[in-house]
């Protein structure tokens, strides 16, 4: 497990190496001191986690993950507990509260170990190229959303809606770039502007012209066109 600590406070991340030094399996790919160091050392060195502090001067952890195509791990580090309901609302692995024990640690390095088996069971191993997580910022909402729970992905101009969970928040980036980021075998192009998740289809019916419409959990209904259609036939062994 490749860690990274993001954090602006010198003894901070000193004391952090020093709780994760018994942990033989965590190997600690650098440090950052601040959100722009951060995002240099995430593009270096692609960690499995990043410790990642809220509060920094300039931009803060929220910001920096805003500026990651791919999201890593994250456990937010911090010395106020007021982040805390943000933090987890963006759906963070952990929030620890500085000064950190050693048993809260040990309790988010045991959500990260099995949060890391998932991703890699879902993306495929050695797949480093492919997308595992999006960092997502609609006002002053913000969420980190898995790959495997996005039901729907739809175009709007250079902008992608996401569909997850009971949110449908938009993302500054098109849905032709995300594809090209996608797994092939969960990921599939229903038609111009839209994308559906293949594990969250109920059922698929058959429309006129040999066309196909697939409805996703959550009752919406994808209208796939007669060339995909004719794909997706071979790929559901319909």
Request: charged share 30%.
């Amino acid at each position: 497990m490749k860690a990274l600590i993001i954090d602006d406070e010198r003894l901070a991340r000193t004391a952090l190496r020093r709780l994760l030094k018994p942990y033989k399996e965590v190997e600690i790919a650098g440090e950052a001191a601040n959100a722009e160091e951060g995002l240099r050392a995430i593009n270096t060195s692609s960690p499995d986690l990043i410790f990642l502090d809220v509060e920094m001067p300039g931009p803060n952890g929220f910001d920096l993950l805003e500026q990651l195509e791919d999201v890593p791990l994250v456990i937010f580090t911090t010395a106020f507990d007021a982040y805390a309901v943000k933090a987890f609302e963006a759906s963070a692995l952990d929030y620890l509260l500085k000064p950190i024990s050693s048993e809260r640690l040990e309790a988010a390095l045991g959500r990260a170990r099995k949060a890391l088996a998932s991703v890699e069971t879902n993306v495929g191993s050695g797949q480093e190229s492919r997308l595992r997580q999006i960092f997502v910022r609609d006002g002053d909402r913000c969420w980190i959303v898995r790959l495997t729970d996005i039901r729907l992905m739809e175009s709007e101009g250079n902008y992608t809606r996401l569909h997850f969970a009971n949110e449908c928040p938009l993302i500054f980036r098109s849905l032709s770039a995300i594809e090209k980021r996608l797994n092939p075998d969960s990921f599939f192009r229903a038609n111009r502007s839209q994308i559906i998740n293949l594990q969250w289809i109920e059922s698929v019916q058959n429309e006129i012209e040999g066309r196909l419409v697939v409805k996703l959990a959550k009752g919406r209904e994808v209208e796939v066109s007669r060339r995909q259609s004719q794909r997706l036939r071979q790929l559901l062994s319909l």
